[in-house]
T-cell receptor, first 114, second 112 residues
């Protein structure tokens, strides 16, 4: 089945450690995105990538880094510089078809940093 | 600054009620408005609206866009407990490389 996978589902880390969240898609979508969701807030864009080997900062990129070496993969690293890393992280990919825009989301990774 | 505002932030109704969720927006170079339903995990796509006045319908859910007044509504008729979720409105602006601007969501609780 085609879709987006994120792993792991739950992740626990100690403060000061970097952690990498995985996002893979087999939908052949060019564009991929990372969002963060906190309680009571809408999704906020961290980074996005429109094509391989290119990515752009979103609204809250500080303390995060990404890479896009392959079309299928868009891993997100939460660095120790991120002040409030505990959150629910959603990866998405999108494609424009004739007259329609489709964005698909992965199941998410819940990161807890103590 | 681009923004998307949803109202109400939360809503509690009884099964069988009809609800209307609101989404207003201010964005530069509007391209489309999307509605998502988020239950426990990731949002699922409901509707994409690009033209004013054309209702999109899927079962008991429907949505319409007013590009003059810059808002959209999502209607759910004959609500069921399975409709309980957070409903997210997102707007896409026609800027190079942008993603979606999301509202904070409306939390709908349907009691039996």
């Amino acid at each position: 089945d085609g879709g987006i996978t994120q792993s792991p589902k739950y992740l626990f880390r100690k403060e000061g450690q970097n952690v990498t969240l995985s996002c893979e898609q087999n939908l052949n979508h060019d564009a991929m995105y990372w969002y963060r969701q906190d309680p009571g807030q809408g999704l906020r864009l961290i980074y996005y990538s429109q094509i391989v080997n290119d990515f752009q900062k979103g609204d809250i990129a500080e303390g995060y880094s990404v890479s896009r070496e392959k079309k299928e993969s868009f891993p997100l690293t939460v660095t120790s510089a991120q002040k409030n890393p505990t959150a629910f992280y959603l990866c998405a990919s999108s494609i424009y078809r004739t007259g329609t825009y489709e964005q698909y989301f992965g199941p998410g990774t819940r990161l807890t940093v103590t | 600054e681009d923004k998307v505002v949803q109202s109400p932030l939360s809503l509690v109704v009884h099964e069988g009620d009809t609800v209307t969720l609101n989404c207003s927006y201010e964005v530069t170079n509007f391209r489309s408005l999307l509605w998502y339903k988020q239950e426990k995990k990731a949002p699922t796509f409901l509707f994409m609206l690009t033209s004013s006045g054309i209702e999109k319908k899927s079962g008991r859910l429907s949505s319409i866009l007013d590009k003059k007044e810059l808002f959209s509504i999502l209607n759910i008729t004959a609500t069921q407990t399975g409709d309980s979720a957070v409903y997210l409105c997102a707007v896409e602006a026609n800027q190079a490389g942008t993603a979606l601007i999301f509202g904070k969501g409306t939390t709908l609780s349907v009691s039996s």
